[in-house]
């Protein structure tokens, strides 16, 4: 059973167009909720964490917040280099992540 | 500092030989993952360390995997034989155990190729 579960598979947005992804949960005991972004051919790079219900964090034009099933990381105005794949990961006990399978957004100017 | 470090970038190899796979990570840091992605499964956790000790290899997939991490700057890890069902992209991950975030950091990763 999927324990991370991220949608759509794949967005396509018009520059300025904003949006956003969801990420929903289905662990027990959550220790911190995480947005990585992954560009092709590298490994992802850490954007957020989030701990506890209703927390919300920003960097430029995005904006991750965390409900007790699920997350969404809004993106405001987006522009082309926005475009990666944008993992989420949730930490039970211990140090390990569990990662669901990513969004895709291809930004279009 | 330079972030963690791989090597190889990309291994090609033929079906039932031996893969190393090696990783350096972030002075400091005391917890050391290793992942392998593929478009089918994702980004799957096979093993982490605390401290170079193994805490979980719960994801390792077989026998034929296998990691050691001999002291906080190295660790390896070792598929034999190889199998094309191996072909991924493997990820060494590390961050710092006690800290307030707990991020992860990852290296590039190395592609590997069974053939």
């Known amino acids: 059973e999927d324990q991370v579960t991220q949608s759509p598979e794949a967005l396509r947005l018009q520059e300025g167009e904003s949006s956003s992804l969801n990420c929903s949960y289905t662990?027990?005991?959550?220790?911190?909720l995480f947005w990585y972004r992954q560009d092709p051919g590298k490994g992802p790079e850490f954007l957020f964490t989030?701990?506890?219900a209703g927390e919300e964090k920003e960097k430029e034009r995005l904006k991750a917040t965390l409900t007790k099933k699920e997350s969404f990381l809004h993106i405001t105005a987006p522009k082309p280099e926005d475009s990666a794949t944008y993992l989420c990961?949730?930490?039970?006990?211990?140090?390990?992540?569990?990662f669901g399978k990513g969004t895709t957004l291809s930004v279009s100017s | 500092d330079a972030g963690v470090i791989q090597s190889p970038r990309h291994e090609v190899t033929e079906m039932g030989q031996e893969v190393t796979l090696r990783c350096k990570p972030i002075s400091g840091h005391n917890s050391l993952f290793w992942y392998r992605q593929t478009m089918m499964r994702g980004l799957e956790l096979l093993i982490y360390?605390?401290?170079?000790?193994?805490?979980?290899d719960s994801g390792m997939p077989e026998d034929r995997f296998s990691a050691k991490m001999p002291n906080a700057s190295f660790s390896t890890l070792k598929i034999q034989p190889s199998e094309p069902r191996d072909s991924a992209v493997y990820f060494c991950?590390?961050?710092?155990?006690?800290?307030?975030?707990?991020?992860?950091?990852f290296g590039p990763g190395t592609r590997l190729t069974v053939l």
């Open positions: 360390f605390n401290n170079n000790v193994p805490i979980d």
């Open positions: 990961a949730v930490r039970q006990a211990g140090t390990a992540l569990i």
């Open positions: 991950a590390s961050s710092f155990y006690g800290g307030i975030s707990n991020e992860q950091f």
């Open positions: 989030l701990y506890s």
């Open positions: 662990v027990s005991g959550l220790r911190g």
